[in-house]
T-cell receptor, first 116, second 121 residues
């Protein structure tokens, strides 16, 4: 079963515009991760935000986390055609005693298309 | 190699046949995961290895699915008596560090292979 839901399911923008994707999850977490998947390829890790962090930046990426609402957002600024891909949020749910070996539960993803 | 390698990239089999999918993780990575990804969906967890030990197989859909990692490196996912609903992309991922305990954050990102696209006719 899917842990989270991404919103929107699909997003189409022009090069240079910003893209914002949202993710909601259901259980308590220690961290939340965002991955990118190009068509026909595996997933590539983009960024990890810990539960005690509210915002994190990496290059053109900005991630926010609101644990009270169990939601996260990924912002890609100044998008490029090469950013066209599916984007997934993923969480390793907390296990007993706050432990986790890191198995990930993914959302359904947002398909981003950036037009040149 | 530099990344996680999976073979074959594509596999077509007739219903009822057995298939074996191979994963070569990044050298030295302790953790190895298998995921199943249906078309248009996010990956779903199948099973997890810590070195050669299979610590979690709760995601395996049925007893037709079997995974092993006998020497703690290469892993094989085997599906017996395949059925059409087994058609999916099977992704393997490896990670250097296990996870975390309490407040000690040790989670490392997972490195994915490009997957095996399995089609059952």
């Amino acid at each position: 079963s899917q842990q989270g839901e991404e919103d929107p399911q699909a997003l189409s923008i022009q090069e240079g515009e910003n893209a914002t994707m949202n993710c909601s999850y259901k259980t308590s977490i220690n961290n939340l991760q965002w991955y990118r998947q190009n068509s026909g390829r595996g997933l590539v890790h983009l960024i990890l935000i810990r539960s005690n962090e509210r915002e994190k930046h990496s290059g053109r990426l900005r991630v926010t986390l609101d644990t009270s609402k169990k939601s996260s957002s990924l912002l890609i600024t100044a998008s490029r055609a090469a950013d066209t891909a599916s984007y997934f949020c993923a969480t390793p749910p907390l296990g007993a005693g706050g432990t986790s070996y890191g198995k990930l539960t993914f959302g359904q993803g947002t398909i981003l298309t950036v037009h040149p | 190699g530099a990344g996680v390698s999976q073979s074959p990239r594509y596999k077509v089999a007739k219903r009822g046949q057995d298939v074996a999918l191979r994963c070569d993780p990044i050298s030295g990575h302790v953790s190895l995961f298998w995921y199943q990804q249906a078309l248009g969906q996010g990956p779903e967890f199948l099973t997890y290895f810590q070195n050669e030990a299979q610590l979690d197989k709760s995601g395996l859909p049925s007893d037709r699915f079997f995974a092993e990692r006998p020497e703690g490196s290469v892993s094989t996912l085997k599906i017996q008596r395949t059925q059409q609903e087994d058609s999916a992309v099977y992704l393997c991922a490896s990670s250097l560090v296990l996870g975390y305990r309490g407040a000690s954050q040790k989670n490392q990102p997972q490195h994915f292979g490009d997957g095996t696209r399995l089609s059952i006719l």
